[in-house]
Nanobody, 123 residues
Framework: QVQLSESGGGLVQTGGSLKLSCARS????????MGWFRQAPGKEREFVAG????????WYGDPGKGRFVIVRNLAQNTVYLQMNSLHPEDTAVYYC????????????????WGQGTQVTVSS
């Protein structure tokens, strides 16, 4: 059973930065996709960024393009999301997610979810 443990959320001012972490434990998959979704109050959950574990290929949804960077650390089994130039519209609960492949992750076919971490950007 895969478990995802997130950290790094918090309160930041407009224009600031935050770095989210997601540590993966358990499971036997040798390759998979990991990434981040977010959900703001009253809105649907949306894809932010994902990465293929073996090929290290990143993919960004509209919220993450140009401002966010996703990287993975094989030794630590951890994925990081560096978020820059944040604005109030980025306020949401950010969820770490894992799927059998990056393609499945992009399609929203998530096998495992983290508990979520709150990101709040003040104006």
């Amino acid at each position: 059973q895969v478990q995802l443990s997130e950290s790094g959320g918090g309160l930041v001012q407009t224009g600031g930065s935050l770095k989210l972490s997601c540590a993966r434990s358990g499971g036997t998959l040798s390759d998979f996709g990991m990434g981040w979704f977010r959900q703001a109050p009253g809105k649907e959950r949306e894809f932010v960024a994902g990465i293929s574990w073996i090929s290290d290929s990143p993919w960004y949804g509209d919220p993450g393009k140009g401002r966010f960077v996703i990287v993975r650390n094989l030794a630590q089994n951890t994925v990081y999301l560096q978020m820059n130039s944040l604005h109030p519209e980025d306020t949401a609960v950010y969820y770490c997610a894992a799927a059998r492949t990056l393609g499945e992750l992009l399609a929203g076919n998530v096998d495992y979810w983290g508990q979520g971490t709150q990101v709040t950007v003040s104006s």
